[in-house]
């Protein structure tokens, strides 16, 4: 029979050939290194037989769906060592998690963490017997007989509750059988690195109505260096917590008068407006306008817009005499309302029309955290309002821009092409145009990209950017969302150059996301330790004694005065203790004040990390600094 390889190649193999023995037919070692398979683009497992021009994709490690599951195999061998220690324990689901893996349970006796280590063990000893993991198929009333033999009612309500005419599977690994979909490893005896890090309570398909299960949490990695690798990302994760940091820096703070409402002090101020102020000056060079738009529209806005159909779940409502309004989640429909005050030109296109928008989104409050997921942020939105033909030239300078900005703060990323989801609206044709036009502007910069198949916005597909932070660590940041649907659900036009009307297109585009949340990334990408233009105090001046205290005051006046944010520590304290504390606080350069200094109009100069690097003078300090801040160097 003939199949079709990755590589667009037909290959020859015997009729009832499985994914393995193709592998093998292809080299020893991707037979050797094969976790699964993909045919005709739908994951399953080694033993899986082709047919008949069918397309086949081998997987292995080094790719996302093969570590995908290896995990998941990882929690069915969790599974059977819960099993075997623990008999009357009941099983419920063990799905896949970034960089993990969980199981529910419900235990007759509770465990504790300390049980983990036995756990562990066993799961050991069912890896080193390699025991061959197999899938077998069984009709419905079958199913629910074999999990009803072994007493487990929760996978019995999962079969239940599957729509009739599905495929109930199963694995099987020595004498453990469990209710999955897979695919799995084709032994157990592939998991080379795991380990089990923590237990939490949960209820039974999310509905605190329901039992509260335990929920063991796993991890697992293709090699032990990169298990090893991911507890050091944690650890070193754990002292640049934003939370913790921005409370010592003395930031922002969350308090319970407003779950998820952050709120901003004087230091994190300064430190917002300064990424707001380099937002303005990046958005006018590039000829970007701003406007402001309300906080509160009326909900016929939101039904024009889509947003109150697919969106309302997470929209803040009242009504204002006796309307129905919405608090913006976001600030595209606003936008919209602006680019309609006038008549609009083929002249006037493109218009890049900026807005740095407070928006509003209910999140459930087990999911609010830090200022990584918040109720309320700052959108540094734009809407680029453009004729067909300008497409590809302005999502290219948009991918420019986010470049710019990320390789400022020193951020390598990557980028992914977001398509159609399952719940959008619009035609096949303008869909399909709208993917292509993204398709060809990343092409035409030459930027690798992955596609994220059905992620797209649901009135658009979009690139999204993906930030890697200086511990390894990514987050989605900046994206770009093409859309033909607003611009006719709000019949928005301009008049061409035949002087007939014609329909904008529209692209959605931010750089920093939510500010509040680049905030946060920003705290933990720098551990607090900003570069000098970022940080809300750029120089502290510190008098060893009293008798400097007139020359440091005059010091701080001539920093004030060329701009430079600089405090005065004049406490009767040793310098010692002055330079330790101004360490602790991050803060860029210190400038030790004693008997020469002030004498020769000189400063002795410690920088945050490097400690002493010897006495200058005042002026030639001053100019270096303010050097610095205007080329924003990273420090």
Known sequence: ???????????????????????????????????????????????????????????????????????????????????????????????????????????????T???????????????????????????????????????????????????????????????????????????????????????????????????????????????????????????????????????E?????????????????????????????????????????EVSTPIMLSRSLWETSGHWDHYKENMYTTKVDEEDYAIKPMNCPGGILVY????????????????????????????????????????????????????????????????????????????????RPENSMGSDEDWENATTALRRALEELHLEYTVNEGDGAFYGPKIDFHLEDSIGRTWQCGTIQLDFQLPQRFEMEYVGEDGQKHRPIMVHRVVFGSIERFIGILIEHYAGKFPVWLSPVQVKILPITERQEEYARALYSEMKANGIRAELDLRNEKIGYKIREAQIEKVPYMLVVGEKEAQDKLVSVRRRDKGDTGAVPAEEFISQIKKEIADKTAF
């Open 1 to 111: 029979m003939n199949i079709i390889l990755k590589n667009g190649e037909s290959m020859q193999l015997e009729d009832g050939a499985t994914c393995m023995q193709a592998a093998s037919a292809i080299s020893e070692g991707l037979a050797r290194n094969a976790v699964c398979a993909k045919v005709n683009g739908e994951a399953v497992d080694l033993s899986h037989v082709l047919k008949e021009g069918d397309s086949l994709e081998i997987v292995t490690l080094k790719d996302k769906e093969g570590l995908h599951v290896y995990r998941h195999t990882c929690a069915h061998v969790l599974a059977q060592a819960l099993k075997t220690i623990y008999p009357t324990c009941k099983l419920a689901i063990g799905p896949v998690i970034e960089n993990g893996f969980y199981y529910d349970i419900d235990f007759v006796t509770p465990i």
């Open 113 to 247: 963490k300390e049980d983990l280590a036995k756990i562990e063990a066993e799961m050991k000893k069912i890896i080193k017997s390699n025991l061959p993991v197999e899938r077998f198929v069984l009709p419905r009333e079958e199913a629910l007989k074999l999990m009803e033999g072994y007493d487990e009612k929760y996978k019995v309500e999962l079969i239940e509750d599957l729509p009739e005419g599905e495929t109930i599977s199963f694995y099987k690994q020595g004498n453990f059988t469990d209710l999955c979909r897979g695919p799995h490893l084709p032994s157990t005896g592939k998991i080379k690195a795991f380990k089990l890090i923590n237990i939490a309570g949960a209820y039974w398909r999310g509905d605190e109505h329901n039992k509260m299960l335990t929920r063991i949490y796993g991890t697992a990695f293709a090699k032990k260096d990169e298990m090893e690798a991911y507890f050091h990302m944690l650890e070193e994760a754990k002292k640049r917590d934003h939370t913790k940091l921005g409370k």
């Open 249 to 289: 820096l003395k930031l922002f703070t969350l308090l319970n008068e407003g779950k998820g409402f952050p709120f901003f002090l004087p230091h994190g101020m300064i430190l917002k407006n300064a990424l707001v102020e380099y937002w303005r000056q990046i958005h006018d060079r590039e000829g970007y306008v």
């Open 340 to 419: 309609k005050t006038e008549p609009r030109s083929y002249k006037d296109l493109p218009i890049r029309m900026g807005e740095l928008g407070i928006v509003h989104r209910h999140e459930k409050s087990g999911q609010l955290h830090g200022l990584f997921r918040v109720r309320c942020f700052t959108q540094d939105d734009a809407h680029i309002f453009m004729m067909p033909s300008q497409i590809t030239s302005e999502i290219k300078n948009v991918v420019r821009l986010i470049n710019e900005v990320y390789t400022l703060f020193g951020f390598k990323y990557h980028v992914e092409l977001s398509t």
